[in-house]
Structure formats: structure tokens, C-alpha cells
């Protein structure tokens, strides 16, 4: 079930909110667990046990670990042996569901080529919202080693902060540490829910009217035998898949901060304006924040992080957007994205961020969403030949248009424009701030449930009358 | 006590309220956005005008632990949710509008409809089928179409010959599209992709090809583009998909002439009446109507005539099955159909038998009787459809002539049997029913036909004889009827027609009353009655064990 579809708008959100405010306080958790188990089930039925099962087992592990008394300095082995159990079956789960048929068809692919016969396997199902819940698990763990919070009291706060459905498919990926407290105890006051309730809308007009417009461009070109492309096509084809990836992934996350405010949680923000970036460095401290964060604190800084020399610190900034990269996909067109992002932030760091620096905001701004949208290609495309032949495409200089956009695409298009680069006048930025504040004047609540309202028809009209509404971020 | 309480309680509250007023309105105002769908799908408080267009009904699944698992509950679940929830058709309609005046379009999830200039409304495959690249929607390259056209050119030829002797004539009608007549509006072609490969156009290349065979056809559609300039009315609507109302009219007249010509025969004359303008109905708005908008495009408007048949004692009534596309629907709603034909059913897409006011399934007729008994067969399809290779009627139509119906079902029965063995076929069939949310046996059933429609020479070799010369055992048998079961036929067909008239009914109940009979009775001799007398008078007459070489439209079923 994604979030922008008629049975969760009309059906499923209504019967859950109703189910959830009537309950007594202390027992919402259960309410929302329950419907969470129903909403993932909803999808995947036979991964829930799956799912389920890995909680309670990785709660009564990491339990025991934080039974473990340290010394003065040192980490009881038993603690770490534990800590190890627990993150190595949250990423064998990871590995083996999300990788086993790369690792396979790759392994067939070399057995090929030096003419031995391919090894049979069954095609291995990807539970929905695993790469999401695996690291959110992770966080646990480790924020637990680590001491940063105590482990969860009780197992149903713990299966809660995993499964909560806001956050289960497509994140953001909150660490345990941050909702810890709000698992326990939190409140939503009348205007939370409203303000949460405009934010749910923000997304999913964001999703369905400007990132399914786009989207729907975007696959008509790359659906193009790139040798095919006019120069001009290939460059509106993935401008509308920068602008549709944006667009979707941070209406995905507007809708779950909004889901939670409405609730009374309150998630981490995932997006900041990221193609007003001046450096590829910068993006990632607005792109996917969440993830970012992860990287930086669960990988990057245990890898040695700068601590252990400039060559050691380029090749783990460089490891990690490697394995950031094959995160979002088990393809090798997702390795070869993340090395190209790792390739620029070690450029940052070695001369690039301080040579665009020089240059002025709106040059580097320019220059940062170029090699973004460079790198979107990669993203885009199933194989590195693709990527080549639309690179190609995109540099020929042939002319004409392959696919002419009609009024919806090239008024979207504009309007996906002005709002991802609004913030880069100090109106904009201003503008931005008061439509996502935490409570508004009354002229303003007034003129934000005015402009939900329409928000909402139109996205509602726009799921009635298309089946066009895939995520791209659904099976990650 | 309890006062006080309540006193403090409510001042509190009241408090809260006027410091919150807004809050509590907008609080409100929200829940009730979200909860208003539910509220208006559980109570239908307000009726909503139902929203033009057909649409597959989705019907509403139930929950098992298979189709849990496998996801098909949850997939036709959220279908048929996407067709039955509170405030649907407004909000279609809210969104359309918003399209419409935002943008000038109209869905693109539904793909129905093109914008042409001035206003006018195309449908997507005739604007393609202009532009000679409807086609990829069926072949691989122009080549590929080429070969599949030819092959149901020869086909048609093929059942053209074999009906011949049966007294059953075959012919095609090149049915007008928008696209070619009205070409000055349409848009400019949007879609580049094959605009460096070879192009083909089924009605040009078909037209050629049926000359060249001998294949009996008349192209309406020619004469269309000759009349345009002189016709002092429409010929298309400008936001219709089908000829005009008017228009068709016409049309039928001219098809007549040519049955004559063909049947050697004389048939009744249409008398078109003084026509009159109105605002455009029936098929002359389809396309607006399918906009679903909130306001009604400014509407041009059309002549209307009525149609009458003129009488003709010496004329011959002859049966007509029509196999084609939604074109026939003007004429069979206008023309008198029954006064000119004996029998006219309507084999819509090969797939639907329309009749009188009854409708049934190809599927369910005896087809070998069904073509013999018919004196013109007629393919009736506008250009955007003939694709389609008139969809599989051909097909169908040489197997049931040249094959017993048991030797068909052999054929049918190893095919299923094979698919149902392979697993892995069966999975990807099993998808495909989830998907079209049917059963699996009925997808079963449409690979079977799939596999014979796709290559029919190598399940029936005989079809690809340049002539086959194997024939059904039906047909013989539709020839050898004896005199009791042509009367046992005629007295049921007597019975029906009775039943249909109440007058004669009441007169029925009056004789068996009279007479002391039950009423099934009375009916039945009072039927026998009449087909003695039309016997006794040469009325009717029970047919010989020849082939029927003319036109009587005598010993046919209504279907």
C-alpha cells in the first residue's frame, strides 16, 4: 500500500485515525502497531513473520548486550559478540534478500565466461521497506554499544520504532535515540494534527501532481532507444526525472513527517533543498539526511572517518557513496552512481568546493545540478552501455525534439523548477519557512487549509483518473 | 455538586474553544475532508450524476489465504475500491475540468481522447492511424503488418469462395474514419519515434490488396472524401468519434444499393425524412461525453431525420449478420432494420451478438449454421480497426466450415492440455488472469484461442488450401434438416413471436379457456395452425436438400 493511493486516502488513513484518537492514551502504541502489521502484511504478506521475527529476536538480543557491564575502558566481549550477532542478522537478512540474485546472476556471468555452466537458483522475493528497517535496526544497536540511550523497556515500543507504517517503506530513517522518548510518552495537540495533516497533503501533491507528471515525460524518453534521442529530448528527459525523483522521494518524506506530527512524533527532516546545493558535499547534507547521517555515523566514522590520514579518509569517503550507492539498488548501475558521487566529494574535499566557492552562488549552484543530473543518469538507466549511449544523446547536438511535452508537462515543469530553487532568494526561503511552520497566525491557517484543500482535490482527482503512480523508492 | 462540576466543565470548555475558535474550525474542517469519502461511500447521501464512458467493472474480491498471499485480494481490491468509493465522480470531474481549462487535455492515464485544433476532439489510435503508425500498436514493422494483412486478405477470399455456393454472400465495408475525412483539424503528430522507418496504412494497403483478390467490398470511405465538399452537412462531428448521425443515414442507403448489386436482388428503399438541426446527441457528442467535465464544451449542432422503409411487396428480405466495429451502431439505431432484413444481428467485435433487443455470446452459437443460414455476411469496420484482421472472425469462420465440431475441440483440448502441464506457462497465465482480473480457466481458454488464432494453418491444415475442400459435418447437416424438425423450427419461431404480443396472447388464454386446453396447449396448435396455413399457401416452404442459391431469408434462426 504507498500512500498515494485510494485505498490508504479513503480507507485506510480515515479507519486508522479514527481507531487511533478513540483509543486511550496509553494504549495507542498498540493501535498503531496493530495497523502498522496490517499495512505492511497489506503488501507483503509473507515477509511480516519475516519482519516480526527479526524484531523480536534483535530486541531480546540487544536487551541482553545492554545488560552487559563495561569496564573502565574496555567493551565487554560478550557485549560485542552480541552487538555483532545483532547487526550481522540485520544485514544478513539485507544481503541475502536484496543481494543473493545480484551476487548470483554477477557469479553466472564470470562462470560464463570462462565456459562453465551457469548454477541454478530460485529467484530470491525482496521484502518491501528492507533496506529502511535494516538500518533503523542498526541504529538500535548500535546507539545501544554505544550507550547513547538504554535498550527499549518493552518489546512492543521496540517492533513499534521498526514497523511504524509512516516510516516502514521508504523512511526517513530515524535513529533510535531520536523517537525513544516519544515511543514512551508524546502528545499532539489539535494544531499538530492539522499542521501534519497539511504537510501529508504538501507530499502527496508533491508526489502525485509534480513527480508523476514528470515522471510520465521522463518515461517516454528513457523508454526511447537512446540512439534515437534528440539532444533536446535527452536533456528535458532527465531534467524530468531530476525534478521527478526529487519531487517523489521528498513527497514520500513530507507525508510521513506529517503522518507523525499527527500523531504526535516527530521525525527528522530528509530533505533541505538540495538542488539549490553549491557542492556535491553540500547536497548530501540536503539529500536523503536522514541516510547521510547513517552513513556518516554508522560507517564512515567506525571505518576511521578522517582520523587515520588523508589517503584512508578518501578511500572511506569513497567506500561509502560506493556502498550508499548499491543501497539503493542491487544493480550495478548503482554502484557506478554512488563512485560517481564519491569521485566528487573527494574532488570537494582535494579543490572542487572551494574552486566553486570562488566563483560565485548562482555559477556553483548551476554547476552542482549539472553533475547531479549527471549522476541521476546513472540512476536511471539498467546497464553502464545505457548510460554511455545516453550521455551520448546528451551530447550530440542533434536536433529536434523526439517527445513534445504537452501544456501539463512544460506548466509542471516550470513550477518543479521555481520550487526546487525558490529558497535561493531570501523571499523564497522566507515563503518556505512559514508554509512548513510548526503552527501558523490565523490569516495563514486560514489560507493553508484553503490551499490543502485544493491540494488534496486535485491530488485525489489526479489517483481517480490515472493508474500511472508508481514510487521509485517503493521496493528499496 | 455535580452542577458545579458540569458549570466549571463547560466554562472550561467554552474557554478553550474561543481561544482555539479557529483551531477547533480548521481541526474540524479537516476530519472532515478526511473522513468524507468513507462517510459518502457507506450512506450514497448525495447522488452523483454516474460518469460517461464504459468501464470494466472491478467486482469486489473475497479474502482467502491463497489469494492474500499472492497478492491477487490485494491488487483487485484496490481496483475495485478505485471504482466504488464516496465523491468519485465529482472528483474525476473536478480534476477533468481542471485538465480541461488548465491545459486543454484530458487524462493521460486514460489515453482516450487527442486534442485536434479548433477544438476538436480526436481519438488518440485515428490520430496515429493518420500519421501511418497505428500499426506498431500490432506488428513489429511495417513488414510484419504488410504480411498479417495479406494473409487475412486471403482469408476473406478464401471464406468470400467457400460461402459462395451456400447462397451466402461475403463482403467488406471500408467504414469511414475521422482521421481521413476531416484530416484539416487534427493535431500535429507527437510522437517522432518511428518517423525514419517504413509506415503502412491498413485502409490504403487493404483496399489495394482486396481489389487486386476480387475480395466483394465497397469503401464507404471513398465516398466520404468525394462527397465532403458537396454534402451541405457534416460528415463527422467535430466532437463525435463516428460519423455523423446524419451522415450514416446515407451511408446505409448506399450499402443497400450495393446488396442489391450483389445479391442480384431487390431490396426495400430507405425514405430519409426532413431533417432538422439540434444540439448534438446520441453518437455525435461521444467524445465531449467521455470528457466527464463539469461544464459542457459550446456545442455545435446537427441535422436529425427520421428513417422509414418503404413498402415493397416484391422486395426480398434477406438476412444480414453485420460483424464489425461500433460504426454500425447509427444505423442499426436509426434505420428500421426489421423491415428491411429478415434477421440483422449485430457481431460486435466478433465477440457480442446483438439481435432485437437481445444479446448473446459468439461463443454460444452454432457459427457453421449461423454463416449458411445468412444470405450477406458483411465486415464492417472503420480503418483504426482493421488491424484487428477482423478480430479472428475469418478464423473462426474457415475452421467451423471445413472442421467437425469434435475434431475443433480435439484440437482445443491437447493445446490446453499442454499449457496446463508447463508451470511456468501457467504462472505467467496466472498473472495475466490477476491482472485482467479474470479466472484462470478463462485465461486458459483465450491462450488456447490465442495459439489458433496466431497460427490456425498448423492446427487445421486444411486452411491452407488456396480453397479448403474438407467441410464440416454441419454443414451438410444444415442442409439435410427434414420436414418435421423445419416444422418443429417454424411452430417454436410462431410461439416466440406470440409470446412477444400480448393481444395475441389474451386471445390464446380465450381458446384454451374455450376449448378445455391448457394454455401451452392452445399455444402450440394455434402456432401449427399458422405454419400449416403458410405451408398450405406457399408462404413457406420446406426446403430442399440443395444449396439455397438466393436470397428468401426464410428457415433462419433470429441470431
Known amino acids: 500500500m504507498v500512500f498515494s493511493s485510494n485505498i490508504f486516502l479513503f480507507f485506510f488513513l480515515p479507519i486508522f485515525l479514527i481507531a487511533y484518537f478513540i483509543t486511550p492514551q496509553k494504549f495507542r502504541n498498540y493501535t498503531l502497531l496493530l495497523f502498522s502489521i496490517v499495512f505492511y502484511a497489506y503488501g507483503a504478506p509473507d515477509f511480516v513473520f519475516l519482519l516480526v521475527g527479526e524484531c523480536v529476536i534483535n530486541y531480546f538480543i540487544v536487551r541482553a548486550m545492554g545488560r552487559c557491564t563495561d569496564g573502565v575502558h574496555t567493551v565487554s566481549t560478550k557485549k560485542k559478540l552480541l552487538c555483532g550477532l545483532s547487526v550481522v542478522m540485520a544485514l544478513g537478512l539485507l544481503l541475502y534478500f536484496k543481494y543473493a540474485n545480484f551476487f548470483m546472476e554477477n557469479l553466472n556471468t564470470i562462470l560464463g565466461w570462462a565456459h562453465h555452466e551457469p548454477i541454478g537458483w530460485m529467484k530470491v522475493a525482496l521484502p518491501i521497506g528492507i533496506s529502511f528497517f535494516t538500518f533503523q535496526s542498526i541504529t538500535y544497536t548500535i546507539d545501544v554499544y554505544r550507550g547513547t540511550t538504554p535498550p527499549s523497556q518493552k518489546l512492543t515500543d521496540y517492533v513499534l520504532y521498526i514497523m511504524m507504517f509512516p516510516q516502514l517503506i521508504a523512511g526517513p530513517i530515524v535513529n533510535y535515540n531520536s523517537v525513544a522518548a516519544q515511543l514512551v510518552s508524546r502528545t499532539s495537540t489539535m494544531e499538530d494534527r492539522v499542521v501534519g495533516f497539511y504537510r501529508f497533503v504538501i507530499g502527496l501533491a508533491k508526489k502525485v501532481l509534480i513527480a508523476n507528471t514528470m515522471a510520465a515525460y521522463a518515461d517516454q524518453v528513457f523508454g526511447i532507444a537512446y540512439g534515437d534521442l534528440a539532444t533536446g529530448t535527452a536533456w528535458i528527459g532527465i531534467l524530468a526525472y531530476t525534478f521527478q525523483i526529487y519531487f517523489d522521494f521528498s513527497g514520500y518524506s513530507d507525508m510521513a513527517i506529517g503522518l507523525g506530527k499527527m500523531m504526535g512524533f516527530r521525525f527528522p527532516e530528509n530533505f533541505n533543498d538540495p538542488y539549490t546545493s553549491r557542492s556535491v558535499t553540500e547536497f548530501w547534507k540536503r539529500w536523503h539526511m536522514t541516510l547521510g547521517n547513517f552513513i556518516m555515523n554508522y560507517l564512515y566514522i567506525p571505518l576511521g572517518g578522517n582520523r587515520k590520514g588523508k589517503g584512508r579518509m578518501y578511500f572511506n569517503l569513497w567506500l561509502c557513496f560506493l556502498l550508499s550507492g548499491l543501497w539503493h539498488g542491487a544493480s550495478w548501475n548503482f554502484v557506478l552512481w554512488g563512485a560517481f558521487h564519491g569521485l566528487f566529494i573527494c574532488a570537494d574535499k582535494l579543490f572542487l568546493k572551494n574552486a566553486l566557492k570562488k566563483i560565485g552562488m548562482l555559477p556553483s549552484v548551476v554547476i552542482t545540478f549539472f553533475l547531479v543530473a549527471m549522476g541521476w543518469v546513472l540512476f536511471r538507466v539498467d546497464t553502464a552501455a545505457d548510460a554511455g549511449a545516453f550521455y551520448q544523446a546528451l551530447f550530440a547536438f542533434k536536433g529536434g525534439l523526439t517527445v513534445a511535452g504537452d501544456a501539463q508537462f512544460w506548466c509542471i515543469f516550470v513550477l518543479a523548477i521555481a520550487f526546487s530553487f525558490l529558497t535561493l532568494v531570501p523571499f523564497g526561503q522566507k515563503l518556505q519557512d512559514r508554509i512548513f511552520a510548526d503552527s501558523y497566525s490565523k490569516p495563514l491557517s486560514w489560507t493553508m487549509f484553503a490551499i490543502t484543500l485544493v491540494l488534496f482535490i486535485l491530488s485525489a482527482g489526479s489517483l481517480c483518473v490515472s493508474d500511472f503512480n508508481p514510487f521509485i523508492y517503493f521496493r528499496f | 455538586m455535580m452542577r458545579i462540576v458540569f458549570r466549571i466543565f463547560a466554562d472550561s470548555m467554552n474557554h478553550f474553544i474561543m481561544k482555539n475558535l479557529v483551531k477547533v474550525i480548521l481541526f474540524t474542517l479537516t476530519g472532515l475532508l478526511l473522513f468524507a469519502s468513507m462517510f459518502q461511500k457507506a450512506t450514497h447521501v448525495w447522488d452523483f450524476k454516474k460518469l460517461n464512458g464504459v468501464e470494466v467493472p472491478i467486482p469486489q474480491p473475497s479474502l482467502t489465504f491463497q489469494n492474500c498471499r499472492d497478492g491477487s485480494f490485494q491488487e483487485r481490491t484496490e481496483g475495485y475500491l478505485k471504482q466504488n468509493f464516496g465523491f468519485r465522480e465529482p472528483l474525476v470531474r473536478l480534476y477533468n475540468q481542471y485538465l480541461w481549462d488548465c491545459y486543454q487535455k484530458t487524462p493521460v492515464g486514460a489515453g482516450i481522447l487527442t486534442f485536434g485544433k479548433d477544438g476538436w476532439l480526436y481519438e488518440p489510435w485515428v490520430v496515429a492511424d493518420y500519421y501511418q503508425i497505428q500499426f506498431r500498436n500490432y506488428a513489429y514493422d511495417s513488414a510484419q503488418m504488410a504480411s498479417m494483412l495479406t494473409e487475412e486478405a486471403h482469408r476473406v477470399l478464401q471464406l468470400q469462395q467457400l460461402l459462395e455456393p451456400y447462397g451466402t454472400r461475403l463482403f467488406v465495408c471500408q467504414v469511414p474514419a475521422k482521421d481521413l475525412i476531416c484530416p484539416e483539424h487534427l493535431p500535429e503528430n507527437q510522437d ?368
Not at chain 2, 262 to 269: E, P
Not at chain 2, 392 to 417: G, H, M, N, W
Not at chain 2, 530 to 545: A, D, F, H, W
Request: glycine share 2%; charged share 25%.
Open chain 2, 192 to 559: 517522432k519515434r518511428f518517423d525514419d522507418e517504413p509506415k503502412i496504412s491498413a485502409r490504403f494497403f487493404n483496399e489495394e490488396k482486396y481489389t487486386q483478390l476480387g475480395v466483394n467490398h465497397l469503401n464507404l470511405e471513398q465516398w466520404f472524401l468525394q462527397m465532403k465538399d458537396t454534402a451541405d452537412f457534416p460528415l463527422f462531428p467535430k466532437t463525435g468519434t463516428h460519423w455523423s448521425y446524419y451522415a450514416s443515414l446515407f451511408a446505409a442507403d448506399t450499402l443497400i444499393r450495393y446488396m442489391e448489386h450483389l445479391g442480384d436482388i431487390n431490396m426495400k428503399n430507405i425514405v430519409i425524412g426532413p431533417r432538422t438541426l439540434d444540439k448534438a446527441h446520441n453518437s455525435d457528442d461521444d467524445l465531449e461525453s467521455l470528457l466527464n467535465l463539469i461544464r459542457p464544451l459550446p456545442n455545435s449542432q446537427y441535422y436529425y431525420a427520421d428513417a422509414s422503409i418503404e413498402e415493397d411487396t416484391a422486395a426480398v428480405m434477406p438476412k444480414l449478420i453485420t460483424v464489425g466495429d461500433s460504426f454500425w451502431w447509427s444505423i442499426s439505431n436509426q434505420i428500421p432494420m426489421n423491415s428491411i432484413f429478415s434477421s440483422s444481428p449485430y457481431w460486435y467485435y466478433n465477440s457480442t451478438i446483438y439481435f432485437d433487443d437481445n444479446y448473446s455470446s459468439v461463443n454460444e452459437v452454432n457459427l457453421a449454421e449461423q454463416l449458411l443460414s445468412a444470405d450477406f455476411i458483411m465486415l464492417f469496420y472503420s480503418a483504426t480497426q482493421q488491424y484487428k484482421l477482423n478480430n479472428d472472425f475469418t478464423k473462426d469462420a474457415l475452421i467451423a466450415l471445413c472442421y467437425d465440431p469434435e475434431e475443433i475441440a480435439s484440437v482445443r483440448t491437447t493445446l490446453e492440455q499442454i499449457i496446463r502441464s508447463d508451470s511456468s506457462w501457467m504462472e505467467k497465465l496466472k498473472d495475466k488472469a490477476a491482472s485482467q482480473y479474470k479466472t484462470l480457466d478463462e485465461t486458459v481458454n483465450n491462450e488456447v484461442k490465442w495459439l489458433i488464432n496466431n497460427n490456425p494453418g498448423k492446427y487445421f491444415p486444411a486452411l491452407n488450401d488456396s480453397l479448403p475442400t474438407k467441410r464440416s459435418r454441419c454443414v451438410d447437416a444444415y442442409f439435410n434438416i427434414d420436414s418435421l424438425t423445419f416444422i418443429e423450427q417454424e411452430v417454436e419461431k410462431v410461439i416466440q413471436q406470440i409470446k412477444g404480443d400480448e393481444k395475441q396472447m389474451q386471445d390464446i388464454n380465450q381458446k384454451a379457456l374455450k376449448y378445455g386446453k391448457t394454455f401451452e396447449q392452445a399455444l402450440y396448435d394455434d402456432a401449427l395452425w399458422v405454419v400449416n396455413y403458410k405451408l398450405e399457401q406457399g408462404i413457406l416452404q420446406i426446403p430442399s436438400r440443395s444449396r439455397k442459391n438466393s436470397c428468401h431469408g426464410k428457415n433462419q434462426s433470429k441470431i
